[in-house]
């Protein structure tokens, strides 16, 4: 089954409320939903995009925050869930699941579900709750868009522009020289922290460059280098490739290096990479456009302010 989305855990999460009347802490309602719902341990490992979050607390602190729009529930205190009594008042007035009348109602009265002016997604009536979250696929793909929660809404737009980004990065890339891909994995290793100085990070393409299109000094003196391949391809690199640096780097008297392609790799490339991990680390070209992202090369940034209520100022007192 799919993860619930955060309206569907509004009930659930009622009904556990309704069952402590001296609040239950957030994290004793994560597991007791997930376990009421039937997830599994793949489910309750799965995070955000951004992996600051497993996605069912997630999902369950936004169902807490339609119940406290609604007035039913409040934060007693940092990480403790507690019903108001106008929330016990409507427990009682509703003891059987809520129908589809009554959830459209909360929804567009209490704004319980969403932000947006859209008319929220209706769950049918069931007899039990169990019902409705095990329910089958049909409408579930539509309801699921409709209902996720901000946080979700706001990544899942972000990882769309970044892949919109990535594959403008990699068209461009196409269209300029050799030359200037070389230096740009070079400007792009800088940023990410190889050497001291972008001077210590010098190219060496050419057609003598012996399958070396960049070197970097690690330390002021040199001792210590990491040779650089900057294929801008459009097919796959092969093993045979990753052979030819392997031993360029002998040549060099380099113990590491970095290959680097705008395309991917063969599998019997990537067997060769995993065999010599200690020495070539790969990089394809999405890996790559994420990495220009990252670490701004090419790029440029945008701040987006998202505000977020500070807990400890209020409990400074």
Known sequence: MAIPTYD???????????????????????????????????ERLERLPSRKQPVHHNRISWAHDRLKRAGF????????????????????????????????????????????????????????????????????????????SPDERIEQALAELNQSVAAELLELIAEGSPTFFEHLVLDLLHAMGYGTSRNDLQRVGGSADGGI?????????????VCIQAKRWQANVGRPELQAFSGALIGRRAKKGVFITTSGYTREALQFADSVSDQIVIVDGSRLADLMIEHGVGVTHKAIKVAQVDSDYFESE
């Open 8 to 42: 569907q855990f509004i009930e659930p999460l009622l009904r556990l409320l309704a069952k402590h009347r001296d609040g239950v802490r957030s994290a004793e309602a994560y597991v007791a939903l997930a376990d009421q719902v039937g997830l599994t341990d793949d």
């Open 73 to 148: 529930s409040s934060s007693a205190r940092r990480g403790l869930w507690k019903l108001t009594p106008k929330g016990e008042r409507y427990v009682e007035d509703h003891p059987e699941p809520l129908g589809a009348d009554e959830l459209e109602r909360l929804a567009t009265v209490e704004r319980f579900f969403d932000l947006t002016p859209r008319r929220p997604a209706t769950i049918p009536d069931h007899s039990s709750w169990a019902e409705v979250v095990h329910a089958g696929a049909t409408g579930r793909e539509t309801i699921e868009a409709e209902t996720q």
């Open 213 to 225: 299109d960049g070197i970097i000094s690690l330390d002021r003196l040199g001792l210590e280098k």
